[in-house]
């Protein structure tokens, strides 16, 4: 990953939230990443049965975007939206593997999702650790063992917080981070 571009997906996305997110991975990686305020509409991939978006047809648009603009820079969309994929009851996000875009939703992230009062700390800490496995996906990285690792699976946002922002070793040596 040479350069990184955020991405809202839909109109409720808070770009102080995206900045603040780009400074981190900047950081994080070493690279030049942005916040591109040019949304990627949700509308055409609701699912009035499920209630929720559909995240693959989300990444496909996200893909398109990968392919303009910076030449290799992988793209990440931020959601406010509940997303799934068919054998799935939700995702918190989904990832071309060894690809370019990545999508994360900050839905079911919040504390209010869970009838709590709303933690914004707690909500960046759980965003930055699933946008971190998303771009962990598009370098080539599978679901890791080791329960502390970023790339841990989270089927719950306990998950979620028991994990690390961090890959393991053996993640962190399959990178270029290694």
């Given amino acids: ?11 409720n996305v808070p770009l102080g939230l995206l900045d603040r997110l780009a400074a981190v991975l900047a950081a994080r990686f070493g690279i030049n990443c ?19 978006y559909y995240s693959t047809a989300l990444l496909k648009e996200l893909a398109l975007r990968a392919d ?6 992988t793209v990440i969309g931020v959601a406010n939206c509940d997303l ?8 918190f996000g989904e990832a071309q593997l060894d690809g370019r875009a990545a999508l ?3 839905f079911r992230l919040r504390e209010e999702f869970y009838g ?11 965003l930055e650790k699933e946008v971190v496995h998303e771009l ?15 790339m841990a699976s989270s089927h719950g946002v306990e998950r979620v917080d028991v994990k690390s922002a961090d890959f ?9 981070q290694g």
Wanted: glycine share 8%; aromatic share 6%.
């Fill in 136 to 150: 962990g996906h598009t370098m080539g990285l599978r679901h890791c063992q080791d329960w502390r690792c970023v």
């Fill in 34 to 52: 942005h916040v591109d305020a040019r949304e990627v509409p949700i509308g055409v991939t609701w699912d009035s049965r499920r209630n929720q």
């Fill in 84 to 91: 799934y994929v068919p054998v799935l009851t939700f995702v």
């Fill in 104 to 106: 994360a939703s900050l």
């Fill in 1 to 11: 990953m040479i350069a990184l571009r955020i991405i809202p997906v839909g109109d």
């Fill in 116 to 126: 709590l009062p709303p933690n914004d700390e707690l909500t960046f800490d759980r």
């Fill in 68 to 73: 303009e603009g910076t030449h290799g820079a």
């Fill in 168 to 176: 393991c070793d053996s993640c962190r040596a399959q990178t270029r």
